[in-house]
């Protein structure tokens, strides 16, 4: 017998890795310190109970009031380990709880 994906297990959750069209020319500023920058240039890491909730949550908790740009790619169930390991890895947050995870976003 199968296992279930993350999808079908009520209560579980759906770790996305989301990149971005014109990655290298956003209007959001400096890539080193801006985290939207940041996060045009290598992606963003996100959780939440579906894939709407990820992306409203990645919305609402990396872009803010800011125009969210057009999305160029969405992995579903990403393995985290799959991830650069230079850019992205060192410096993610716990993909297992809702949120952002990556680039970290502190308030």
Known sequence: MTQPSG????????RLWVTFV????????????DPVGFALL?????TGFD??????RMKA???????????DSVTL?????TLDPEN?????GDPTAPGVWFPRVWR
Do not use: N
């Not at 290598?42 to 996100?46: D, L, Q, T």
């Not at 894939?51 to 409203?56: I, R, S």
């Open 88 to 92: 992205v890895l060192p410096f993610i």
């Open 42 to 46: 290598h992606g963003c890491g996100v």
């Open 22 to 33: 014109h990655a290298q020319s956003g209007p959001f500023g400096d890539t080193l310190t």
């Open 61 to 71: 908790e990396l872009f803010e009031t800011r125009p969210m740009p057009d999305i």
């Open 51 to 56: 894939d709407q909730d990820a992306l409203d």
């Open 7 to 14: 999808r079908d297990r009520p209560g579980s959750v759906r």
């Open 77 to 81: 169930d990403v393995d985290v380990s």
